[in-house]
């Protein structure tokens, strides 16, 4: 687990207002992978759109938050888990400012709100610290209560407290009601019109891998995989000392096809196709943190000569208060001569964010093979992943060049480790990484 990364990314679950600094608007930019693109069945590319948030200083004020912290306190969370569940939470109660309105919720069999939505003060503060002293492990796993619940206090918060999140921290499979990851994600996904998000933390190595990443990108949050219990008291500190970067929320990128062009499939996961135009909610965005929505598009119709593929358009709030945009068109040069097309140069970012794609679905696909115990499977997964990394990272820009060399090295190591896991509990341990790997790629 790559824990300055996990930092840097929940740090982008807060929002501070804009004290005397300027903050230049997000940068919104993307490309088409072919230059050249063929009219008609086959004349099919990859098109990339991305938003960059600027780097800033760190500011002083920030604004109200509504946070639902949501622990799982079944019985396999009992010894260290717990112990390091009820440091965390003590260390995030004493990193919010007071005005921030915090509720606690454990699950078990049961759902037990341990303190509604209060105003952080002194005294409540030592309330809720009682509280998460006395936290205890017993029964059995109750999440889909526990995230609902979670989502209900935060999504409550009033307008004052315009930043709404749940922190959910589970170690074990949902057992008490609907546990499924599609029940799951709706319930996210019903949050996160409500401008909720949701950080789900897997403790250890029994957890829904599969359920709590879907509560993550529904939600368009964030999804972690904690394989050891001592770093969580730590995460949530730090991350708290990283709140001065966000820079937006409410971020959302919408995508419409230009005329003769239809959109096929998204490939990032968390972008919703519907009625023919591409969108994708990312929450807030931290300073220099950047997201990426990567598509299949085909050209129908057109004449020969430049042609706008797709319209993109970022909306999204300020800290300081009001919407801002950005648009950006995405065009190409449309032929109905195949062989120009077929020797068409390359846009070499988004050919390098396409085999980040690739290599990240072959983690995915060997994270599954090492669950079903296949480690030939994973292996031969995870080398055909570093192959394409490694390739494309040879003639990538400099900036794509370092993460594709990054991911290659990651992968590398999980490719020798899949050698090596002769135990289930170290293909399983192993398998996790190479999902959590994934996700990371993919922004979550």
């Known amino acids: 687990m790559n824990f300055a990364r996990l930092f840097v990314a929940l740090a982008g679950l807060f929002v501070f207002p804009q004290v005397g600094l300027a903050r230049g608007p997000l940068v919104l930019d993307g490309g088409a992978e072919a230059h050249h693109v063929v009219v008609g069945p086959g004349g099919e590319t990859h098109i990339a759109v991305w938003v960059e948030a600027p780097v800033i200083e760190r500011v002083n004020v920030r604004a109200p938050l509504s946070l639902s912290l949501v622990i799982d306190v079944s019985g396999s969370m009992s010894g260290e888990k717990i112990q390091n569940a009820r440091m965390a939470a003590a260390s995030l109660l004493e990193s919010l400012a007071d005005g921030d309105l915090v509720s606690l919720v454990t699950f078990s069999d049961q759902v037990r709100v341990l303190h509604p939505p209060v105003a952080l003060s002194p005294q409540s503060r030592a309330t809720l610290h009682r509280l998460v002293s006395g936290i205890q492990a017993v029964g059995g796993t109750n999440l889909y209560g526990g995230l609902t619940t979670g989502i209900q206090y935060a999504a409550a918060g009033p307008s004052s407290h315009p930043v709404r999140r749940v922190v959910l921290i589970s170690d074990g499979q949902g057992n008490v009601g609907p546990s499924d990851p599609y029940s799951l994600g709706n319930a996210s996904a019903q949050g996160s019109e409500q401008r909720v998000q949701v950080s789900a933390i897997g403790v250890g190595v029994d957890y829904d891998e599969h359920?709590?990443?879907?509560?993550?990108?529904?939600?368009?949050?964030?999804?972690?995989?904690?394989?050891?219990?001592?770093?969580?008291?730590?995460?949530?500190?730090?991350?708290?000392?990283?709140?001065?970067?966000?820079?937006?929320?409410?971020?959302?990128?919408?995508?419409?096809?230009?005329?003769?062009?239809?959109?096929?499939?998204?490939?990032?996961?968390?972008?919703?196709?519907?009625?023919?135009?591409?969108?994708?909610?990312?929450?807030?965005?931290?300073?220099?943190?950047?997201?990426?929505?990567?598509?299949?598009?085909?050209?129908?119709?057109?004449?020969?000569?430049?042609?706008?593929?797709?319209?993109?358009?970022?909306?999204?709030?300020?800290?300081?208060?009001?919407?801002?945009?950005?648009?950006?068109?995405?065009?190409?040069?449309?032929?109905?001569?195949?062989?120009?097309?077929?020797?068409?140069?390359?846009?070499?970012?988004?050919?390098?964010?396409?085999?980040?794609?690739?290599?990240?679905?072959?983690?995915?696909?060997?994270?599954?093979?090492?669950?079903?115990?296949?480690?030939?499977?994973?292996?031969?997964?995870?080398?055909?992943?570093?192959?394409?990394?490694?390739?494309?990272?040879?003639?990538?820009?400099?900036?794509?060049?370092?993460?594709?060399?990054?991911?290659?090295?990651?992968?590398?190591?999980?490719t020798d480790g899949a050698r090596g896991a002769s135990t289930p509990g170290a293909q399983r341990a192993l398998s996790l990484e190479a999902r959590d790997s994934a996700m990371e790629s993919f922004g979550y």
Do not use: C, W
Request: proline share 4%.
């Open 211 to 414: 359920a709590l990443s879907t509560i993550a990108v529904r939600s368009a949050g964030r999804f972690y995989h904690l394989a050891n219990p001592t770093q969580l008291a730590g995460i949530l500190e730090t991350e708290m000392g990283l709140l001065a970067k966000t820079v937006a929320t409410d971020v959302v990128i919408e995508i419409v096809p230009g005329p003769g062009v239809i959109i096929l499939e998204s490939l990032t996961p968390g972008a919703r196709l519907e009625h023919g135009k591409l969108e994708m909610p990312l929450g807030a965005l931290h300073g220099g943190q950047r997201r990426e929505v990567l598509f299949r598009a085909r050209v129908m119709d057109g004449a020969p000569g430049e042609k706008k593929l797709a319209s993109a358009r970022v909306r999204y709030a300020q800290p300081s208060g009001g919407a801002a945009e950005v648009k950006r068109d995405i065009a190409a040069e449309v032929t109905r001569d195949r062989e120009v097309a077929a020797k068409s140069r390359k846009d070499a970012r988004v050919t390098a964010l396409v085999a980040e794609y690739q290599a990240s679905q072959a983690e995915l696909r060997a994270a599954e093979a090492l669950a079903a115990g296949n480690q030939a499977a994973a292996v031969a997964e995870l080398e055909r992943a570093e192959r394409v990394v490694a390739e494309a990272a040879a003639g990538a820009p400099p900036a794509a060049r370092k993460r594709l060399e990054s991911k290659a090295s990651k992968i590398r190591s999980h």
